[in-house]
């Protein structure tokens, strides 16, 4: 069985982007499935492994948005 919430914000995704429920649901495990393991820290520090479609952030980006705060 679904857990209640889920099926709310799937319910909610599926409407805004105009998909099936199902479509939604399986998006979302997939997404899951997907996610990398939890972060290494055998050398005392955490690596963290991004996903294949995650994209690389450039050091300008993260310089501006600190400058925006």
Avoid: W
Wanted: proline share 7%; glycine share 4%.
């Amino acid at each position: 069985m679904l857990n209640d919430h889920l099926v709310f914000e799937a319910r909610e995704i599926a409407l805004s982007q105009d998909l099936s429920l199902g479509e939604v649901i399986s998006q979302l495990a997939l997404r899951g499935l997907e996610s990398p393991p939890p972060p290494d820290r055998t050398t005392g520090l955490p690596v963290f492994r991004r996903r294949k479609s995650s994209r690389k952030v450039a050091l300008e980006t993260v310089l501006r948005a600190e400058d925006e705060d």
